[in-house]
């Protein structure tokens, strides 16, 4: 109910509604933490009024009403954390639920993204469904991510100009970056996560719905952050493969003619 007044996008992902009813719940907490405070301002201002209180009293306060009430709100936000955040922070980024991912859906989608300044770039690991191995030594204009030339699981990799995903299949995103320190963000999908030199960081969903939207950094990552835009495009399953195949495909083809040559 409130997800529209926050300013957020529609929903697209299979657990975005377990984030929009956290968020919902925190922002009508800190109402009520709002209400309350504000009651209890007022009330100070009433009750220790100088007109009502000509005569300044050293003694103070000597109830504890306000500490029980801070106490009280200290247990209600840490059952919340430990009760709500907790369980979906770890439902998204334990390892086992990768592993409980592919037992589930064996032909889950795989992409690799790797942020640099500031652009952001996706591998898909080909018919083999096997990532080929990378390494900076092999990073130029005609291979900006470094890929491997003698790995035979890298000769059906190819680049995406764009994340393409397939609707109503678990995708599992390996993210990486090649200088500073990026943060790979889709509102409408409800996922954000730092990609960090050096570190293959996965994250997983599910996107329920056939959509475009942007891919954006969420991390100043330097004076051209602001133009770090992606493209995310969630297509019928069907039309994926037929995609996914024939630049699979074709970049075999081209390996194999380089190798020929």
């Known amino acids: 109910m409130l997800t529209k007044y926050l300013g957020l996008p529609e929903n697209y992902s299979e657990h975005g509604g377990q984030v929009d009813q956290q968020n919902e719940f925190v922002h009508w907490l800190m109402l009520v933490l709002f209400v309350g405070w504000t009651i209890f301002f007022l009330y100070t201002l009433f009750r220790f009024w100088h007109r009502r209180n000509p005569k300044a009293e050293y003694s103070g306060v000597k109830n504890h009403a306000s500490s029980h009430l801070e106490i009280g709100v200290v247990i209600v936000e840490a059952i919340f954390l430990l009760g709500f955040a907790f369980p979906l922070w770890a439902e998204r980024a334990d390892a086992k639920s990768f592993s409980d991912v592919l037992r589930r859906e064996p032909n889950a989608t795989r992409v690799r993204v790797v942020g640099e300044q500031y652009a952001w770039r996706y591998q898909y690991p080909g ?67 730092d990609c960090i030199p050096g570190k293959d960081i996965p994250i997983w969903f599910k996107p329920v719905k056939i959509m475009e939207s942007s891919v954006v950094c969420a991390q100043l990552c330097g004076e051209g952050h602001a133009n770090m835009l992606g493209y995310i495009e969630v297509i019928d399953a069907n039309e994926f493969d037929e995609w996914a195949d024939a630049q699979s495909k074709e970049s075999l083809d081209k390996r194999k003619a380089t190798a020929a040559n």
């Open 127 to 193: 018919k083999d469904g096997v990532f080929g191995r990378t390494s900076p030594h092999f990073i130029g204009d005609a291979n900006p991510l470094g890929l491997d030339p003698n790995d035979p699981n890298g000769y059906d990799d190819f680049l995406g100009s764009s994340l393409k995903l397939p609707v109503n299949r678990s995708a599992i995103v390996k993210l990486g970056s090649k200088d500073v320190i990026h943060n790979f963000a889709i509102k409408p999908m409800r996922i954000q996560q």
